[in-house]
């Protein structure tokens, strides 16, 4: 059976969502709100600490302000990563 697919993150709720973590992490002495990441201007939300591969929520709790180019290497650095792991033995030997 096909593992289950997480819905995408995009549309009205992702939108939202997105404007109150940039609201939420606003530093006013920078004038923007940083990349939890690298600190340059944040335009996105980055789900942190725990993914939603990973089960992670939409809570506003598991969401941190990203720059595009952090949350999309950081997307694909993480699943090279799992992808380089070995997979758990199938039985025991």
């Keep these: 059976m096909p593992a289950a697919r997480l819905p995408r993150w995009g ?4 939108s939202r969502l997105t404007a109150a973590v940039l609201a939420r992490d606003y530093d006013a002495a920078l004038g923007y709100t940083p990349c939890h990441w690298c600190g340059q ?12 591969d990973e089960g992670g929520s939409d809570l ?8 595009m180019p952090c949350n999309q290497s950081r997307g694909a ?7 380089a792991q070995r997979p758990k033995p199938s039985r025991r030997w």
């Design 60 to 67: 506003l709790e598991n969401l941190v302000p990203a720059c």
């Design 41 to 52: 201007r944040a335009n996105s939300a980055d789900h942190w600490p725990v993914g939603r």
């Design 11 to 14: 549309g009205a709720a992702a």
């Design 77 to 83: 650095a993480y699943t090279l990563k799992k992808r």
